[in-house]
């Protein structure tokens, strides 16, 4: 079981990246899936997510209006579109799977994918 997170990049102020969570080993139909960040020197911290069965989905706060979470079951791959990026965007950003739900860092995660490092300059 692998998730793979890509996409990443060095982006201005304002601009754009689409970020790719591919899994293997398992079909993603089944699990929730979460983008997380982790900024330089700060604690990672819940971005998105998308639910299994209706694809609800969640937003933390900073990232409303500007990112958008969607899944293609087909390719076994989630995608954070994210737009409007700013430098405090900056992180490592990693997708975490859980059948259960939301993946949540409280209730332990069981899978999660390498980070991929999203660099936005002023």
């Known amino acids: 079981v692998q998730l793979q997170a890509s996409g990443g990049g060095l982006v201005q102020d304002g601009g754009s990246l689409r970020l790719s969570c591919a899994a293997s080993?398992?079909?993603?139909?089944?699990?929730?899936i979460g983008w997380f960040r982790q900024p330089p020197g700060k604690e990672r911290e819940g971005v998105s997510c998308?639910?299994?069965?209706?694809?609800?989905?969640y937003y933390a706060d900073s990232a409303k209006g500007r990112f958008t979470i969607s899944r293609d079951n087909a390719k076994n791959t989630v995608y954070l579109q994210m737009n409007s990026l700013m430098p405090e965007d900056t992180a490592v950003y990693y997708c975490?799977?859980?059948?259960?739900?939301?993946?949540?860092?409280?209730?332990?995660?069981?899978?999660w994918g390498k980070g991929t490092q999203v660099t936005v300059s002023s």
């Open positions: 975490a799977a859980d059948i259960r739900g939301c993946p949540n860092v409280k209730n332990g995660i069981p899978y």
């Open positions: 080993g398992f079909k993603l139909d089944y699990y929730a």
């Open positions: 998308i639910r299994s069965g209706d694809g609800s989905t």
